[in-house]
């Protein structure tokens, strides 16, 4: 999928939503759509989807699409399978994708027999995903894709879309807040703000990073450039980024850390998207 100067503005307002964008969305890859609220990710995932007009620019380079946009309903009385058979009429959409699809979100034959009023909002959210893989022909957009969703069914969702994306080849193109969740499965991060976008990464590209996140960022830092006063460093809101050469240096990072006491709730061997969202949309 391919979007070429993308922008449009709301009756009334004085900016634009979504401001001349332009980007190329590789298949067979998952894409992540972050940035705060009110900064246009929802309006673009909108204009992507065709239920909102651009009031420029043009996007090429699909078939037809599956589209989770929060708000879009179900029938309560009817279960998962016949609310699919419902959704693939009302679509003009072939039915052959139902079973895949729910298994994609760890929805089995007898879970699927039994009628949404009885269900969770984890179950329905999960149908809603898989209403939307069921008229994937390429493309995929899934707004806030693990809203009420808890942590064994995030893992699953994330696995069933990970199996998308490689076995269809499916362009999927998330919008999530939950950045440590979205972190998990995207190949690129996308940072909007102010309907633009800011910047573009590869998601976990760079594994000669560590990301140690901690109360004290301040004084780990000032720790870690005592003892290795070359390192390259790099503070954000929740802890520090620091570059290691080699095995060596890394245990040495964590040996100093622990000598001092400086208590860490997570490190992860890459620059973590929660750094990225900081330095490129905080800053």
């Given at each position: 999928?391919?979007?070429?100067?993308?922008?449009?503005?709301?009756?009334?307002?004085?900016?634009n939503?979504?401001?001349?964008?332009?980007?190329?969305?590789?298949?067979?890859?998952i894409?992540?759509?972050?940035?705060?609220?009110g900064?246009?990710k929802?309006?673009l995932l909108?204009?992507?989807a065709?239920?909102?007009?651009?009031?420029?620019?043009?996007?090429?380079?699909?078939?037809?699409?599956?589209i989770l946009?929060?708000?879009?309903?179900?029938?309560?009385?009817?279960?998962?399978?016949?609310?699919?058979?419902?959704?693939?009429?009302?679509?003009?959409t072939?039915?052959?994708?139902?079973?895949?699809?729910l298994?994609?979100?760890g929805?089995?034959?007898a879970?699927?027999?039994?009628?949404l009023k009885?269900?969770?909002?984890?179950?329905?959210q999960?149908?809603l995903?898989?209403?939307?893989?069921?008229k994937?022909?390429?493309?995929?957009?899934?707004d806030?894709?693990?809203?009420?969703l808890?942590y064994?069914?995030?893992?699953?969702?994330?696995n069933?879309?990970?199996?998308?994306?490689k076995?269809?080849?499916?362009?999927?193109?998330?919008?999530?807040?939950?950045?440590q969740?979205?972190?998990?499965?995207i190949?690129?991060?996308?940072?909007?703000n102010?309907?633009?976008?800011?910047?573009?990464?590869?998601?976990?590209?760079?594994?000669n990073?560590l990301t140690?996140t901690?109360a004290?960022?301040?004084r780990a830092?000032?720790?870690?450039l005592?003892?290795?006063p070359?390192?390259?460093?790099?503070r954000?809101?929740?802890?520090?980024v620091?570059?290691?050469a080699n095995?060596?240096?890394?245990?040495?990072i964590?040996?100093?850390?622990?000598?001092?006491?400086?208590?860490?709730?997570?490190i992860e061997k890459s620059?973590?998207l929660?750094?990225?969202y900081d330095?490129?949309?905080?800053?």
């Amino acid at each position: 999928m391919i979007i070429e100067h993308l922008t449009y503005r709301y009756k009334g307002a004085t900016a634009n939503a979504v401001n001349d964008i332009s980007h190329t969305f590789e298949a067979g890859k998952i894409h992540g759509i972050i940035g705060p609220n009110g900064v246009g990710k929802t309006t673009l995932l909108s204009l992507m989807a065709g239920i909102l007009k651009p009031d420029q620019g043009h996007i090429t380079g699909f078939d037809e699409l599956g589209i989770l946009i929060q708000g879009i309903g179900m029938y309560d009385e009817a279960n998962a399978i016949d609310n699919l058979k419902i959704f693939c009429e009302e679509t003009n959409t072939s039915t052959e994708n139902i079973s895949y699809a729910l298994s994609l979100v760890g929805i089995d034959e007898a879970q699927a027999q039994v009628k949404l009023k009885a269900c969770s909002q984890g179950f329905k959210q999960r149908m809603l995903i898989a209403r939307s893989i069921t008229k994937c022909k390429g493309v995929i957009i899934l707004d806030e894709p693990f809203t009420a969703l808890d942590y064994d069914n995030i893992k699953l969702v994330s696995n069933g879309l990970s199996r998308l994306a490689k076995e269809k080849s499916a362009t999927i193109i998330i919008s999530s807040h939950r950045l440590q969740e979205v972190e998990k499965i995207i190949d690129y991060a996308i940072f909007i703000n102010a309907g633009k976008i800011v910047n573009t990464t590869i998601a976990n590209e760079e594994q000669n990073y560590l990301t140690i996140t901690c109360a004290a960022p301040d004084r780990a830092a000032r720790v870690l450039l005592k003892e290795l006063p070359s390192m390259e460093l790099e503070r954000f809101k929740e802890g520090i980024v620091v570059q290691y050469a080699n095995a060596q240096e890394y245990r040495k990072i964590v040996s100093f850390l622990l000598e001092d006491h400086i208590e860490w709730t997570g490190i992860e061997k890459s620059r973590s998207l929660t750094y990225a969202y900081d330095k490129f949309i905080k800053n």
